[in-house]
């Protein structure tokens, strides 16, 4: 997507110098456009872990990164299979929900194990890393295209009204490489001259509907409101929301959907409302291996610190101030699973499917018992 004009993906390796891996790092995002040279594995699992890259299908096109930069530190330091297989099992460590963490860590010990030595290993792991981001790319492409239909529907019914999509954190370009999940259909319907209007989420306590969706959907000029969590029931109830689109960390064989913290709320306003809630996620995003989703899928808690302070932008520096007493203590749960019953659809790279086992299997039959 474009940033002042210029294309840009999340991730890429860097053109004067392969051995190193340059991304957008996000925590400075809206105030500042910082672009970081990571250039070893401690970094990578930095960047991840302290959410310098977040968002599920970008954290899995990192860990493929980390581990080819793991592929690299392995072919000097020599013990190649132990190196990397321990660099497997750091950057596993790093977020637990993202199931693309996992999914990207398989491919890339799979297709490494193929290679007969260090340097062809390395090269396996280089090409294996640009094909996972390519890949999310064009998944992402075409979870655009799919949505595309839902948007067109409500608005061939809405008489030049915009279509009001209100969506939850940051499901954007900048969760993926390029596109988003629930982002894509948003971006094609406003590319074919549809009106559409977005109500952006501000998703305390790290903002990242404030901050980071708000920035991405400006820069591409779609026209949206930021409001707080809490109003999305109220806008509901008003009519002032045509469509749901949010995007997915994990989301079980079954249909069931875990994602950023108060997704679940959003989706119990949506069915007392009658409101088309919908999750836009590509496969790699799915477990396949997962039945119950609300019993199984490992919810992150992260700092107490970022529930009880926030930060920002003042006289052009970043500040931090606090909030809730400092003696209080806080609980900081980073996902929560929204059931397949709630679920009006998935939409996926294949096309869009209903939540359930029958359904996501009809996409994609290779998976099926
Ligand atoms: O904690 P984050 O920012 O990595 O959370 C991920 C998210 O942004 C959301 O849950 C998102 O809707 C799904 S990730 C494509």
């Known amino acids: ?46 960047a991840i872990r302290d959410m310098h890259v977040r968002g599920a299908g970008l954290i899995g096109v990192s860990a493929g990164y980390g581990m080819y930069l793991a592929a690299l530190e392995a072919a000097e330091r020599g013990s190649f299979d132990e190196r990397v297989s321990s660099a497997a099992t ?3 460590a790093t977020r637990p929900t993202a199931v693309n963490l ?25 090409r294996t890393a640009e094909q996972i981001a390519d890949d999310d790319v064009e998944h992402c492409r075409m979870i655009g295209h799919h949505g595309l239909k839902l948007i067109q529907s409500i608005a061939s019914k809405n008489a030049g009204r915009p279509v009001n999509v209100l969506t939850h954190c940051n499901a954007g370009w900048l969760a993926f490489v390029d596109h988003g999940s629930a982002t894509a259909p948003i971006y094609a319907a406003h590319d074919s001259g ?61 249909g069931d959907v875990a994602n950023k913290i108060g997704t679940y709320l959003k989706a119990l306003a949506a069915k007392a409302n009658d409101i088309p809630f919908y999750v836009a996620l590509p496969s790699s995003s799915i477990d396949w291996k997962m039945r ?4 199984q899928i490992p919810i992150e808690q992260r700092a107490a610190e970022e529930i009880k302070r926030a930060n920002g932008w003042l006289d052009g520096r970043h500040v931090e101030v606090h909030i809730a007493p400092e003696r209080s203590a806080a609980a900081n749960l980073g996902f929560d699973v929204t059931p397949r019953h709630l679920v009006t659809g998935l939409i996926t790279e294949r096309g869009i499917c209903e939540a359930n086992e029958t359904s996501i299997f009809s996409l994609f039959p290779e998976h099926a018992p």
């Open 194 to 254: 549809l009106p559409v209007h977005v109500w952006v989420s501000e998703t305390r306590p790290r903002n990242q509907g404030s901050k980071l969706n708000a920035w991405e959907l400006g820069e591409h000029g779609v026209p949206h409101t930021v409001i707080a969590d809490s109003a999305a029931g109220h806008l509901m109830q008003h009519g002032n929301v045509d469509l749901i689109i949010v995007g997915s960390d994990r989301t079980t064989y079954t």
């Open 102 to 126: 996992s999914w990207a860590l398989a491919r890339q010990l799979e297709t490494i194990a193929r290679g007969n030595t260090a340097d062809e290993k390395v090269a396996l792991a280089r």
């Open 292 to 295: 119950d989703g609300v019993k």
């Open 1 to 46: 997507m474009k940033v002042r004009g210029q294309h840009f993906r999340t991730i890429w390796l860097k053109l004067e110098d392969p051995n190193v891996v340059q991304l957008i790092d996000q925590r400075f995002l809206p105030h500042q456009f910082v672009i970081e040279e990571v250039r070893t594995l401690k970094q990578m699992t930095t």
């Open 90 to 92: 750091q950057l596993k």
